[in-house]
Each structure stands twice: as C-alpha cells, then as structure tokens.
C-alpha cells in the first residue's frame, strides 16, 4: 500500500493508533532502550571468522606475488580482477554473491597496506551498519571496513584508483 492509500474503513496508514487504541487514548508502549548498540564506531575483537577471512586472503594474495607494501602492485593486480570481471559480463552475468570474494581478496590487500603503514590495526568493526572485518585507530576512533572501498567500485567497473585513494589515507594517518 503506498504511503498515503487508504484502507477500506476510510482510515490512513499514518492514523495514531497503537495496538487498537484510538487518539485520546493512553496506551503503554515499550522503548527500544537497547544503548549496547554504538551510535559510532567501536572495536572488537579480531573475531575468528574474520580473522580466517584475512588470512585466507592474505596467502591467495602472497600465492599471486601480491606486494602488499606496493600501491601501485595492489592496483594492477585489482586492476586486472576488475577488468577479467567485466570481460565476463560483470554483475549481469554473475550469480548473487559471486563477487564477494574478489571484493574481500582486494579490501583485504588495502587492509594490510594500511596496517603497515598507518596507525590503523585489524579489528572486528561494530556500528550502527553492522559488525564487520576492518581497521581501528583507537587514538580518534577512526573505523575504516576495507571492503566498502572497494566494492562499490568493482561493481561498477572503476580501475585506476587505489593508488590514489589508498595513498590520500595513508597520508591522513601517522604511524
């Protein structure tokens, strides 16, 4: 039903009534209290899945002679992924989640360039988004999920621009 339809007895979608009761009427409803989830970035555990994530990437990298303290040896190699990808019909040709791993391979190698490089360390990642396998600076808070930097990305064919947005990080953050 669209957002101002009505329903057959004439009322709308947006009429006050909370189980049954109608305006004028008190009612007790329960407040979603729930102040455990962050409304900013915090820091867990490296969680073992997301640890097995890592480290899987990290050798299938290490096995294709990925230098992970080279930017511009990280984007040849998504680069190539990216372009093999399209070559292949990309997300039209794909089956859903097909992409995932070629997204987790590249977030992880930005991954563990930042985290030599920078103040930045392995965490499990939690937010008001999710839980997921990323970056912290515990100095400033900072969370960074590797794999959102890429997959918008790859999915929409972009080659070219690790160097460059991986390098502008690196910058921002000091050792």
């Known amino acids: 039903m669209g957002l101002f339809s009505r329903s057959k ?5 947006d009429d006050p009534t909370i189980g049954g009761a109608n305006e004028g009427e008190s009612v007790e409803v329960e407040v979603d209290d729930d102040w455990s989830r962050p409304l900013g970035p915090r820091e867990l555990p490296l969680r073992t899945d997301h640890r097995a994530l890592r480290d899987g990437c990290l050798a299938d990298l290490a096995a294709a002679g990925i230098d992970l303290d080279d930017l511009a040896a990280i984007g040849a190699g998504y680069n190539a992924d990216c372009a093999a990808w399209g070559a292949h019909g990309g997300l039209r040709a794909s089956k859903p989640g097909e992409q995932d791993p070629i997204v ?72």
């Not at 007895?9 to 979608?13: I, K, N, V």
């Open 9 to 13: 007895d004439g009322r709308t979608e």
């Open 104 to 175: 987790a391979r590249w977030g992880v190698a930005i991954g563990e360039h930042l985290a030599r490089s920078t103040d930045l360390h392995w965490a499990t990642v939690e937010d008001p988004f999710g839980t997921d396998l990323g970056l912290f600076a515990e100095s400033d808070y900072f969370a960074l999920v590797p794999t959102n930097l890429v997959s918008g990305r790859f999915l929409n064919g972009e080659i070219g621009w690790v160097p460059g947005v991986v390098g502008h990080l690196v910058e921002l953050r000091n050792r």
